[in-house]
């Protein structure tokens, strides 16, 4: 028996973290309604839930963030391998990606138990903002900025620009966050499970869910679709560029997903509500209004197909009115997802089975050894 292309509807465990129901429009995180988290929810608490599977007491949550707070410094020679990438010219997601790696160096790896492995994951989370805006504005020939940590969301805007945030941006930031916080078992996480069935650490499994979330087919869209909104650049040219993007046999980024082909993926609906949110606050909608447009016409061309806006359009506009650059946008994606990522592994590894599956074969056997002389 081999498995169907691209492992689709494959279920390689059970859960308890996140169930989507995706004929209901719904997504629940640890039973409780995604859209009921990001009205009342902060990142913080839903990384606590996430990671720990229930909501926490009061106490508990202070003690989180001060947790977090007080790790969101990372280790000197992760901030100067961050500085080092930023001069060699690395992406923000490869400078990322090394950054957790470099977590592991000089740390006493040898524990794996559930509380070491847990601990590990919540440094890197906390790390995770600094770092990318330490890398950013050393490329931008500036110096770190150290804000006071009040929150994973505005932490992260307060370090990359060096000033305060306005709150309502910080709290779109912090919605968007949540949000993006966990899917179910998508490349990323199935990447982080994998790696964490073999019983290395966390700061593996995050640096190797990293390196699935760059590509194109997965996180990369959200920086794809900036991209391709700042090219359209005006709502009326939405239907040529659209209409060349086909022709040409290419795909539309922030479209499609393996598993909202009934309908729109439920997250829109929230995503859709932060952008215009901000479009109203910078008084500024041209992007919104170029993402409408795609939705309207992508949808009227595609939908039969199964092809729906998925939620890295619509978090690309967010991103573009948080003034991210749009190469932010995908460690953006990866900070909030930590802790899904960590979450998956410690459910997985709690009942580990090493992740070893197998494959047909269909080539040759019994070729005859040529001699190299006698290749030409
Ligand atoms: N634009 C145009 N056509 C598309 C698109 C798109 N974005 N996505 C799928 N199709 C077509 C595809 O060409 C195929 O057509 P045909 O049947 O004629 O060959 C049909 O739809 C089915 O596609 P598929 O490749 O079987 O679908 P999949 O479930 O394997 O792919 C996907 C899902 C997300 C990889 C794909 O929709 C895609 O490449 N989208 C663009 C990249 C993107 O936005 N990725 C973000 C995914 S969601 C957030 C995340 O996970 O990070």
Redesign the pocket.
């Known amino acids: 028996m081999i498995a169907p292309p691209?492992l689709?509807g494959v279920a390689v465990k059970e859960t308890k973290i996140c169930l989507i129901d995706a004929d209901a429009g719904k997504i629940y995180y640890r039973g409780y309604d995604l859209e009921e988290l990001a009205e009342r929810s902060t990142y913080e608490e839903t990384a606590y839930l996430l990671l720990y599977g229930r909501l926490p007491r009061r106490a508990e949550l202070e003690e989180f963030r001060a947790r977090l707070a007080s790790l969101r410094r990372p280790p000197r020679h992760v901030e100067e391998a961050a500085g080092l990438a930023a001069s060699a010219g690395a992406e923000p997601i490869d400078a990322l990606r090394t950054a957790v790696s470099l977590m592991a160096a000089g740390e006493d790896l040898s524990d794996r138990s559930a509380e070491a492995e847990l601990a590990r994951g919540i440094k890197a989370i906390a790390a995770m903002p600094y770092v990318v805006a330490h890398f950013d504005r050393a490329r931008r020939g500036l110096k770190p900025a150290d804000a006071e940590y009040r929150g994973h969301a505005q932490y992260f805007l307060a370090s990359l620009r060096g000033e305060e945030p306005d709150p309502k941006e910080a709290r779109a930031l912090d919605v968007m966050f949540i949000v993006y916080a966990e899917?179910g078992m998508?490349?990323s996480s199935f990447t982080a499970v994998t790696v964490a069935s073999t019983l290395a650490d966390m700061y593996a499994v995050i640096t190797a869910a990293i390196s699935s979330?760059k590509g194109?087919?997965?996180?990369g869209?959200?920086v794809?679709?900036a991209k391709m909104i700042a090219e359209i650049g005006d709502p009326e040219r939405v239907a040529e560029w659209v209409d060349k993007q086909?022709a040409a046999g290419r795909?539309?980024?922030?479209?499609?997903?393996?598993i909202y082909?009934r309908g729109p993926d439920p997250r829109l609906k929230i995503l859709k509500g932060l952008a215009k949110g901000l479009a109203e606050l910078k008084g500024d909608f041209a992007w919104l209004e170029i993402a409408e447009g795609l939705e309207e016409y992508?949808g009227a061309k595609?939908a039969a197909?199964?092809?729906y806006p998925?939620?890295?359009l619509y978090a690309s506009v967010i991103f573009h009115y948080l003034g991210l650059p749009v190469d932010l946008n995908l460690p953006a994606?990866a900070m909030a997802r930590a802790a899904g990522w960590a979450a998956h592994a410690l459910e997985y590894r709690a009942q580990n089975r090493l992740i070893r599956p197998t494959e047909r074969y269909v080539g040759p056997v019994n070729l005859r050894y040529q001699p190299l002389e006698e290749r030409g």
């Open positions: 691209g689709e899917h998508n490349n979330l194109p087919l997965h996180g869209a959200n794809d679709a086909l795909r539309i980024p922030g479209f499609g997903h393996r082909k992508v595609l197909k199964g092809i998925n939620t890295d994606f």
